[in-house]
């Protein structure tokens, strides 16, 4: 995997980051509160560059990429190495393992052409604004089954966090209209969130 163009700037740079990180000794925070400014700001760039290998190493761990698949792709894409830059940037301003776990699942699906770009780009969209509060709340979406006491009415979820409403996760129905009473918004959950979850999201 590594003689392709894409991914040796990843794999060089994540071997440069080990060796940087490894050979750094410990963070000692207590200690770099008592030093110097400068000795805090390595401390932090190490942490920095020890959190951005582990993100790369969780992404390459994940990929799974076959060298034909990668040459068509190469083939009808004369800028991949300009899209390994940018995976690897984006990468590195994210903090979840999860992140870049998906990442790599988003990208893999891409290089084998069973999402276009467009849908690429919507995941990434949707994985770098991810954080553990939404990863909780996606995976109890995902357990949620669909109202059926009104079969007029079925709904899988009533006034939901709207992030998930803006990636698409769920659309707005119908709802009940009681006299006197307010109408309560009641969402469903959409074929891209399944889709998402189930290829993506999932471990």
Known sequence: MNNHPLLQYISTASKHI???FGNSGTFGIPNALRNSANEIYIQ???ANEGLYYLQVKTFLETLELDNKAIERFMAKNPDH????FEIFKILENTILEDQARMLAKAFQFFTREEISKQEFDKYIYIITRLNKHLIHLIRELSLVE???DDPDFEYDIRNPNMELVSFSFLVQVPSQS???GTQIAQFKKTETFYYFYENIFKD
């Open 44 to 46: 932090s760039k190490l």
């Open 146 to 148: 669909t109202n059926k």
């Open 18 to 20: 080990l060796w940087e």
């Open 178 to 180: 009681y006299p006197g």
């Open 81 to 84: 190495q300009r899209l390994g």
